[in-house]
């Protein structure tokens, strides 16, 4: 049983329940570099108000401080550093260095005021953390790092070390979650080296805050690390005259594109945010990012959040490109989803499409019980920008679904944990076409994508079982290697609600076949590919589209975390030539 730390200034009533565990529940799980998970924050139970003693009271949820780390290999739980704030609904992503930064969630779910911390009152938690996985330690970020986000919010790892917020997220509570949620619309990068965050702009609209001196409005308007007349002095160094802010804004046109970019643009509710295939330049180097948002429930560009709980069917593609701490950014509609979709679940396929599954056709949490299930699958293609739709899936999946690509190329989807009906309890009103809502689904299912089902798959017969960043290594096809023309690093998915802040593909230089024999190398960069575990894929294309392989397993290690070295690869490999040649037959 975990220790609960009941809130100050409430009565004590957190044994009024017997799931008063300190649950997993609405948690963030991650990979450590080490193939481990840790899963952080969480939901305690309590009432609120409440009688000592007796199960009475108002129910209230507690997001709590605890961090876990599940260990596969012995198949147990221990406990690592408690966090400074409790935090239900928080995000993580791992840096370069194998630290992991954790931002938003909330204390309290329903009723977040703190009468001895009124300034953090009525919103989520905008402090961050930073967790060494070497010391088993939470270090609380300087207030320079504090940033209003949404629960869940989608946070990418970039390639020059700076973590970027995509406008996505949760907004859970049906009338708003809190009261500054219009700064969620504003897409951000935060620097670990400065820690501290800078406003790029409005997501999706052709505004760029930092180059029009509003980098730090944000923050600036953040009462917790600024005030009204930073903000005042703040606007006033920029706006001098109606003539200059004429030549510093944009001109939008009222077209039908740019009302169509104006739905999509800001912050997007319940939507999955993918970072694409990560592809080297002409130099080899990795600086270009191009992020997906699919579907979920938008703002209308100039609404607050949570805006309108009817998803949408639009998608747009983020296109950031660094150059040191420079951050280049600007927004593109790409083809929309066949019908809108709300939490949809994407996976980066090892063909370089994106896949969503399960969701439904309105917003579950401001009306469960109420959404249509979506069980058509579709397929993005990067090339061409358009969405096909793919097979049916054989449950119906909304709230808590989930999808986690194969080592194979196949994906596994599962859950489906609908919130009570109304919040009242389970009716379920599946006869009607509405989604069942006669408790949760433990099932699971299979997807097998066309290129699974083919008999001319490459066929890679050994490959290194660790690597670090630069190594040139050789893999060994069964055939000849004269038609691959790609090889490809998936992160291994450790996700829920729809994120995983690390999930990424890389492709990887090839710098020659010969024979069976593929040479390849990595980034120079752990920024590109952090440590963990990853799936190495490569493919070739065909007239019915791109053939992958089913992948070897890859254990990307950074010599500069030795505490954190994966404990089940042996020393497998040897250098031949000055090329790293694997001495193990994966298959």
Known sequence: MLNNTPLDGVIDTADNTDKNDGALFCSDVIGLANGNVLAVGGTDYYSEPGIDGAPLGVV????????RIYDEESNTWTQSGDMTYGRWYPSLVTMGNGNVFVASGVTKLLKPVYPEDPINSGRNVVQTETYNPC??????????????????????????????????????????????????????????????????????????????????LSSTLNITNGSLEQAAELLGGVVRSPSELRETSVTVTASEE?????????????????????????NGEYTDVELLTAGGVPSYGLLTNPGGYVPIAQSRIDTISTNGDQIDYESRLTGPLNQPRWYGTNVLMPDGSVMVFSGGDRDGVAAPGLEGPIRTA???????????????????????NTAVLMDDGRVMIAGHSPINTAYLKFVNLEDFGLAPYDGRDPSFEIYTPPYAMRNDRPEIKSAPRSLTVGDRFRIKLADNADNIDKAMLIRRTVMTHLIDGDQRAVELVI????????????????NVVPAGEYMLFVSKDTPEGRVPSVSAP???VNHGLEC????????????????????????
Do not use: C
């Open 60 to 67: 209230e949820l507690e997001g709590i401080k605890n961090s």
């Open 135 to 216: 010391a088993g330690e939470w270090q609380l970020n300087p207030s320079t790092a504090d940033r209003s986000l949404p629960l869940y919010p989608r946070m990418h790892l970039l390639p020059n070390g700076h973590v970027l917020y995509n406008a996505g997220g949760q907004a859970f509570n049906p009338f708003g979650q809190g009261y500054d949620q219009a700064l969620w619309n504003i897409v951000a990068s935060y620097n670990p080296e400065t820690q501290r965050w800078n406003d790029i702009g409005y997501a999706g609209l052709p505004l760029r805050l930092d180059e029009n001196g509003l980098g730090q």
């Open 258 to 282: 740019s009302l169509q970019m104006a739905i999509a643009g800001g912050m997007r509710g319940s939507t999955s945010s993918t970072m694409l295939p990560l592809k080297p330049n002409a």
């Open 378 to 400: 579709e397929r993005f293609d990067p090339e061409t920008g358009t969405w096909t739709e793919m097979a049916m899936a054989n449950q119906s999946r909304t709230y808590h």
């Open 511 to 526: 710098e020659k076949t010969k024979g069976n024999k593929v040479t390849l190398r990595m980034p120079d960069n752990h």
């Open 554 to 556: 890859i254990s990307v």
């Open 564 to 587: 954190m070295a994966p404990t089940q690869v042996a020393d497998n490999t040897v250098t031949i030539d000055g090329v790293i040649e694997s001495t193990v037959d994966i298959l």
